[in-house]
């Protein structure tokens, strides 16, 4: 029987079997996993990078200073803000190459995407703050403010008296007291400048620092923005007149300097004892500023009411009432007193019980008396007969 007729085998090239091609197909071979999988985490990561992240509520959190990438992405992530480091810090670079994260401290919302937290980091958007300087403090004073605050940083330098801008500031945590102080100080500076240079002609003042003193005993006479541009007007006619200014926070700044409050009522012996800044004793302005005026003082000196007024006293609601001359400044006087003596009647007639406790003024000197400074002496220091005074809530020794 006749076998069938077997095909021979084919056999492969020698080309095929070549080391090159053998090695050029594993390459070929390897890359194409490579490119299929790394094409697979590309998706991965980009998707991870911008879908939402596991943050449930608002939160916020602080970013120390000298933190690196690494460090920021463990704190992100132990913080519950994103899932994955590997894939923060693979973003970051991918997005933002050679740009840095800034520490501070971050707000993020519920949510946030590692690519929003990358972008919100490399722009530096930290949470502000605000802190508030009331006029008139001394600037040893506004230092202690700026030192209660935790959110601050640094031991500043007490800067000069009369200096410094009271106002709303932003900052951001771990900013230094001292960086408050000069944007404080350069906010005074750039203002001051203005108004000098915009002030009313025949002010009877001869440079910008003696319009900022001025504007701190305005400060400290009255709080009633209404009331600013003719307190001041008081002192430019009493000053053109060649009148003592007679303004009881100059006595209390004589003796207590920068702490700013004197802690008793005013006392005849306080108004008769000269010191350089007793305006009783002095002719003329003080030898520096009693406290940090702010813009609305500033500016009312800078372009005070047009009167003749040479006199106020406190008109028992917190304001004051003017007079041109002695004698209407005595009748005034003379109300003031009725008032207060109805005022410490009525306070006498409540039960101990229903008394409410009020806050000494800011000055020291004795209640009722207006805000910020100008107060009424103890009945002990006043004189018996209203006489000559100023921005006084009680008539004062005579010039």
């Known amino acids: 029987m006749e076998q069938p007729e077997q095909k021979p085998k084919k056999r492969r090239s020698r080309g095929a079997n070549h080391p090159a091609v053998v090695v050029g197909s594993a390459v070929f071979t390897l890359l194409l996993f490579l490119t299929v999988g790394g094409g697979l985490v590309g998706w991965y990561g980009q998707r991870a990078y911008n879908e939402a992240g596991p943050l449930a509520t608002e939160k916020n959190v602080v970013v120390p200073r000298g933190s690196g990438l690494r460090d920021i992405a463990d704190l992100l992530e132990r913080e519950g803000i994103i899932r994955n480091w590997m894939v923060f810090i693979a973003g970051h670079q991918f997005t933002h190459r050679g740009e840095s994260l800034h520490a501070g401290e971050y707000a993020f919302k519920p949510g946030v995407t590692m690519a929003d937290v990358v972008d919100t980091m490399v722009a530096g958007h930290v949470v502000q703050h605000q802190i508030t300087v009331p006029e008139g403090l001394t600037s040893q004073q506004v230092v202690d403010r700026l030192n209660d605050n935790p959110l601050l940083t640094g031991t500043p330098r007490v800067p000069l008296e009369g200096t410094l801008l009271p106002e709303t500031y932003a900052i951001v945590r771990g900013m230094t007291r001292q960086e408050v102080l000069k944007r404080m100080s350069a906010d005074q500076q750039k203002l001051v400048a203005d108004l000098w240079a915009k002030r009313a002609p025949d002010l009877p003042l001869k440079s910008p620092e003696e319009l900022i003193i001025l504007a701190s005993i305005v400060e400290k006479e009255t709080s009633k923005a209404d009331e ?26 004589g003796i207590v300097g920068g702490k700013g409050t004197l802690g008793r009522p005013i006392s005849r012996t306080d108004i008769s004892t000269p010191t350089p ?8 302005l003080p030898p520096g500023p ?3 005026p702010g813009k609305a003082s500033l500016v009312a000196v800078a372009n005070p009411a047009k009167t003749k007024d040479l006199y106020f006293v406190a008109d028992g609601t917190g304001g004051h009432v003017f007079a041109e001359t002695l004698e209407q400044h005595n009748r005034n006087v003379a109300r003031w007193r009725e008032i207060e003596a109805e005022m410490k009647a009525k306070a006498a007639a409540q039960p101990p019980a229903a008394a409410t406790p009020t806050a000494a003024p800011s000055s020291g000197t004795s209640a009722p008396a207006p805000a ?21 809530s009680a008539p004062k020794p005579a010039n």
């Open 372 to 392: 910020n400074g100008a107060g009424t002496p103890a009945p002990e220091a006043a004189p018996a007969t209203p006489q000559r005074g100023t921005g006084t």
């Open 290 to 292: 009693i406290g940090n």
């Open 277 to 284: 800044y007793n305006t009783y004793a002095i002719d003329g």
């Open 228 to 253: 600013r541009p003719r307190v001041a007007a008081v002192f430019i006619n009493r000053l053109t007149k060649k009148m003592k200014l007679q303004s009881d926070p100059t006595i209390i700044y």
